[in-house]
């Protein structure tokens, strides 16, 4: 009987560290929602001008630290991105003065960018075709199950206080640290990895990159402002208008986020849809129908509905960014790079244009925003499809 092959270690400790990872942030972006609301009394355009601050200061980040992080190993790049964040976290905790708090929050931003891109690129090296979509796909359920996982418990945190998750990813920013410092010394695979930079000059390849990058981009960076809107409007919709507890939020959340990996995984084991031009296609419009479906709703299965329908959407998107992004290409961690400005800038839109909307419009408003903003993937596949 034929056997699937066990993962290598290198990629079972890299999602772990990804799970680790995604989870932190996620639970620290609940939590400041809160944090800010309860503690500085932030309107929820500020709240919105916040989330956008640290991750303005990601977008920037990643372009002025890629120089610097290509040249060194990606796990010493890894582990300064999880000790400055947590300092700049300690930082926010120690501070009542919310100019300093949004210094931190520039500054969480920035250790950041030492992160995503490296891992990303880290993952998917020397990988094609179906290993490529292997790999990516244990990449995208490890984060996206951390990102699912966290809201639920950190839903349950905020209800005591909202410092305690802030607290907790304390001890989560170390175990990152310690994971790859003994994997470093313990793995085969892991010891002295070379950086991107020293591997572009060392294996010398021809670039066989596919244009359905820049559809899936333009895609990708379109339902990463629907998620910005769920994860930073949504919250604060629910607290002041629906019957539903904190907890009862962060169960949607978690819904959104498990249903995001079950997809995840679906794909990274299929390959009907590489390369495929209707798939992107049809993802668009179903996201742009469910978002015009969902202004329309209030009950609490309803909502569950809709989460479950935009996780598996935001999944398939994602995928057709991350892999159709780096498919073929030479200069994985700039691809990579690309990719997360690109979400980067999405969640900037979202958290400030819908934080905008909301407060002056309703939450309807900010949906029908987000159902608009798929027309414009939708225009680029269809010039590209003339063309040809």
Known sequence: MKTTPRPPKALIILSITAFIGQFTISMINLALVYYLRIQFSLSPQMIGLSVALYTTSYFFSCFLVDPIASKISPSHSVQISQIG??????FILLTSDIQLVFLALILYGFF??????????WITRGKEGPDLSRSTGAFNVSWSLGAALSPLLTGVLVETSSRVPLYLSFFLFLLVVILLTISSALVKEMKKVISEHTRRKTYQSIDRSTPLRYVSWIGNLTLYIALAVILTIFPLYALDSLPFSKSGVGFLLFVRGMSTVIV????GISKWWHFNKKAIALTLISFSLISLIATQISSFLMYSLFFIAFGALFATMYTFSIFH????????????????????IGTIIGSTLGGALYQRFGFSQVLYMCALMVLFPLILLFVQHMKK
């Open 85 to 90: 964040m947590l300092l700049s976290i300690l």
């Open 112 to 121: 950041m960018a030492f992160l995503w891109p490296q891992l990303a690129a």
């Open 264 to 267: 995840f995984h679906l794909l």
């Open 325 to 344: 992004g780096v498919s073929g290409s030479i200069h994985r961690s700039k691809r990579m790079l690309i990719h997360e400005a690109l979400l980067t």
